[in-house]
C-alpha cells in the first residue's frame, strides 16, 4: 500500500521550486519542462546575478510552491530542510544530503514519507536503466572510476569548495546505482584520502563497500582534465562497462557496444528522479540506509 505522500497521481499540477541555481540548475529545471505535472517553476537564489538573469526570488522561506528542491551546498542541507518542513513545504534534497552522522541523526527526527525525497539522480542514468531491464547479472565485483577536473596548482578549485571533497561529493553517486541494480544491503567497510596542504577536502578517494556482499572499490580522481564516470561488473565469463559520461553499456571482453543512450546525460538523470517522484513520493528509508554508510568514511564529525 502506498503511503498518503505518493497520492501525486500522474496529470495532477504541482508547483514546484529549485532554491540553488548551480551546475545542475539547468538539467534540472529542463526534465521538470519535460514533465506535464510540474506546471509552475519557482527558482530562489543568493546570488545577485542569477536573481537579475532568472528572475528569482532570494527568499527560500518566501516560495508558494508545496515541493521544493533544495540544491545548495550539503553544508546548508539540514537548516534549509528543517525549515521547509517546519512551514509545511515536502523536500526533494540533493546528494549528499548532510555532511557527518551526527547532522543525519539531527535530519532523521524531521524527515519521513510524508515530506521528503532525496534526489540520487546518478541512479536514473539510461544505462543503468538498460542493465536493469536487459543485462540484470549479479557480478563477483565491481570498480567504479570518477574522474573531474577540479584541481589547478595543487589546490580544489573554488568552485568545487561547496562539493566538501571527491569522497562525499562523488561516491553517493555510484553507490546509489550499484544499490538500485541489486539492492540495498550496504556496508561501509574502508576509505583511503588525499588532500593537497591547505585544503580542507580531499581531491582524491579510494573506498571499499559491500552490497549484497559484492565487493563494491569506488576510485575518486578530482586532478583530472577529463571527467570520467563508469562502474565496471565483473563475471566469470566477461566484463561489462556502464560508462555514465556516453550513457553505454559495453562487453570489455571484446569491445561491443551493447547500448548506447540518448540526449543529455543530466537531464536525462533528473527525468528519471522526478517521475520517480511522482510515482512513489519518498525514498527516506533508502536515503538514510546509503547516507549512514557513506558517512562512516567521511572525516571531522561535527
Given at each position: 500500500?502506498?503511503?498518503?505522500?505518493?497520492l501525486?497521481?500522474?496529470?495532477?499540477?504541482?508547483?514546484?521550486?529549485?532554491?540553488?541555481?548551480?551546475?545542475?540548475f539547468?538539467?534540472?529545471?529542463?526534465?521538470?519542462r519535460?514533465?506535464?505535472?510540474?506546471?509552475?517553476?519557482?527558482?530562489?537564489?543568493?546570488?545577485?546575478e542569477?536573481?537579475k538573469?532568472y528572475?528569482?526570488?532570494?527568499d527560500?522561506?518566501?516560495?508558494?510552491?508545496?515541493?521544493?528542491?533544495?540544491?545548495?551546498?550539503?553544508?546548508?542541507h539540514?537548516?534549509?530542510?528543517?525549515?521547509?518542513?517546519?512551514?509545511?513545504?515536502?523536500?526533494?534534497?540533493?546528494?549528499?544530503?548532510?555532511?557527518?552522522?551526527?547532522?543525519?541523526?539531527?535530519?532523521?527526527?524531521?524527515?519521513?514519507?510524508?515530506?521528503?525525497?532525496?534526489?540520487?539522480?546518478?541512479?536514473y542514468?539510461?544505462?543503468?536503466d538498460?542493465?536493469?531491464?536487459?543485462?540484470?547479472r549479479?557480478p563477483?565485483?565491481?570498480?567504479?572510476y570518477?574522474?573531474?577536473?577540479?584541481?589547478?596548482?595543487?589546490?580544489?578549485?573554488?568552485?568545487a569548495i561547496?562539493?566538501?571533497?571527491?569522497?562525499?561529493?562523488?561516491?553517493i553517486?555510484?553507490?546509489?546505482?550499484i544499490?538500485?541494480m541489486?539492492?540495498?544491503?550496504?556496508?561501509?567497510?574502508?576509505?583511503?584520502?588525499?588532500?593537497?596542504?591547505?585544503?580542507?577536502?580531499?581531491?582524491?578517494?579510494?573506498?571499499?563497500?559491500e552490497?549484497?556482499?559484492?565487493?563494491?572499490?569506488?576510485?575518486?580522481?578530482?586532478?583530472?582534465?577529463?571527467?570520467?564516470?563508469?562502474?565496471?561488473?565483473?563475471?566469470?565469463d566477461?566484463?561489462?562497462?556502464?560508462?555514465?559520461?556516453?550513457?553505454?553499456?559495453?562487453?570489455?571482453?571484446?569491445?561491443?557496444?551493447?547500448?548506447?543512450?540518448?540526449?543529455?546525460?543530466m537531464?536525462?538523470?533528473?527525468?528519471?528522479?522526478?517521475?520517480?517522484y511522482?510515482?512513489?513520493?519518498?525514498?527516506?528509508?533508502?536515503?538514510i540506509?546509503?547516507?549512514?554508510e557513506?558517512?562512516?568514511?567521511?572525516?571531522?564529525?561535527?
Amino acid at each position: 500500500m502506498c503511503n498518503k505522500y505518493a497520492l501525486q497521481e500522474r496529470g495532477k499540477i504541482m508547483k514546484i521550486a529549485i532554491v540553488g541555481l548551480g551546475h545542475a540548475f539547468l538539467k534540472q529545471y529542463n526534465a521538470l519542462r519535460s514533465i506535464k505535472e510540474f506546471e509552475k517553476i519557482e527558482l530562489c537564489d543568493k546570488d545577485e546575478e542569477r536573481i537579475k538573469e532568472y528572475k528569482c526570488k532570494n527568499d527560500y522561506l518566501n516560495l508558494e510552491s508545496e515541493n521544493v528542491v533544495i540544491a545548495t551546498s550539503p553544508v546548508l542541507h539540514l537548516e534549509m530542510a528543517k525549515k521547509l518542513i517546519n512551514n509545511g513545504k515536502k523536500i526533494i534534497l540533493e546528494k549528499p544530503i548532510v555532511t557527518s552522522l551526527n547532522e543525519l541523526e539531527n535530519l532523521k527526527m524531521f524527515i519521513n514519507k510524508d515530506n521528503y525525497y532525496n534526489s540520487l539522480h546518478f541512479a536514473y542514468g539510461v544505462e543503468i536503466d538498460y542493465f536493469i531491464k536487459n543485462i540484470n547479472r549479479r557480478p563477483n565485483k565491481i570498480y567504479v572510476y570518477i574522474s573531474d577536473d577540479y584541481v589547478k596548482d595543487e589546490r580544489i578549485v573554488d568552485k568545487a569548495i561547496t562539493l566538501c571533497g571527491s569522497y562525499l561529493d562523488e561516491v553517493i553517486n555510484p553507490l546509489s546505482a550499484i544499490t538500485r541494480m541489486f539492492g540495498y544491503d550496504v556496508k561501509f567497510k574502508n576509505v583511503n584520502k588525499k588532500c593537497y596542504e591547505g585544503d580542507k577536502y580531499d581531491y582524491y578517494s579510494l573506498s571499499d563497500f559491500e552490497v549484497e556482499n559484492i565487493p563494491v572499490t569506488i576510485e575518486v580522481l578530482w586532478n583530472n582534465e577529463k571527467s570520467k564516470k563508469y562502474i565496471e561488473m565483473y563475471y566469470d565469463d566477461m566484463i561489462l562497462r556502464l560508462d555514465s559520461m556516453n550513457q553505454e553499456v559495453i562487453d570489455l571482453t571484446n569491445n561491443k557496444q551493447l547500448f548506447l543512450g540518448e540526449g543529455d546525460r543530466m537531464t536525462n538523470h533528473y527525468i528519471g528522479v522526478f517521475n520517480d517522484y511522482i510515482r512513489n513520493g519518498s525514498n527516506v528509508d533508502i536515503s538514510i540506509k546509503l547516507h549512514e554508510e557513506l558517512l562512516k568514511g567521511a572525516a571531522n564529525e561535527n
